[in-house]
């Protein structure tokens, strides 16, 4: 079974449109996250969660809101896209929010999202 | 803050060959290391990391990695390459940002090719 799971995969869209993407995962930890890789490969953090509660929320666009119905969830909205939004998005989780020893991040793979 | 510089965009080496990817980083305190690999199209997989005690930490896939504190470096090593090693390759640095939070920082990333 797959560790953190994201859908859709891929995902082509019109300026303008409103679209989600999904997390899970199976892996029972408290903290889940959302990151944006952009056409350079460049990695950043858009937003944490810890146990259904934001703890980290980056320089992002309100256009982006995330949802964390339970802890083993994480949903991304995204409003209005922008031809910048273009880019890979990923969910990841950890144990809990601190950087303890044995506090690996587990990504999921990926959610491509191209706007047209 | 913390910051994260992979000084090297690109690197190829022939198949067998050693392996070395450069990594420094920027931070006020003892970090918390890893390198992540990302195979085309897949999310990032975590090699090793380093949180303390021995500074040469054996991680996955015939990878190693030495923190120098001296040098503020945390360099990636693979003695034998093989042509399943092509991917990128991440380094990041973990630090306690809030307190109850942490916030790790990526690298720009390493492209590696293998050369038949």
């Known amino acids: 079974d ?24 199976n892996l029972g930890h ?10 350079k490969k460049f990695l950043k953090i858009m937003f944490s969660y810890n146990n259904k509660e934001l703890i980290i929320n980056e320089t992002v666009p309100n256009r982006f809101s995330p949802k964390s119905p339970d802890k083993a969830h994480l ?6 896209l922008e031809l910048g939004d273009s880019a890979v998005y990923f969910c990841a989780s950890s144990q809990d929010a601190e950087t303890t020893a044995g506090n690996t991040i587990y990504f999921g793979e990926g959610s491509w999202l191209t706007v047209v | 803050a913390q910051s994260v510089t992979q000084p090297d965009i690109h690197i190829t080496v022939s198949e067998g060959a050693s392996l070395e990817l450069r990594c420094n980083y ?7 290391l890893f390198w992540y690999v990302q195979s085309p199209g897949q999310g990032l997989q975590l090699l090793l ?15 190693e990695a030495e ?15 093989h042509w399943s090693d092509a991917a990128e390759y991440f380094c990041a640095v973990g630090a306690r940002r809030y307190s109850s939070a942490s916030k790790i920082i990526f690298g720009s990333g390493t492209r590696l090719s293998i050369r038949p």
């Open chain 1, 2 to 25: 797959t560790a953190v799971s994201q859908t859709p995969k891929y995902l082509v869209t019109q300026m303008g449109n409103d679209k989600s993407i999904k997390c899970e995962q």
């Open chain 1, 30 to 39: 408290d903290t889940m996250y959302w990151y944006k890789q952009d056409s």
């Open chain 1, 75 to 80: 949903n991304l909205h995204i409003n209005s």
């Open chain 2, 26 to 32: 920027s931070y006020g305190a003892t970090p918390y």
């Open chain 2, 49 to 63: 990391k380093y949180f303390s005690g021995d500074t040469l930490v054996q991680g996955i896939k015939g990878f």
């Open chain 2, 67 to 81: 923190f120098k504190r001296s040098q503020s470096s945390f360099n990636l090593r693979k003695p034998s390459v």
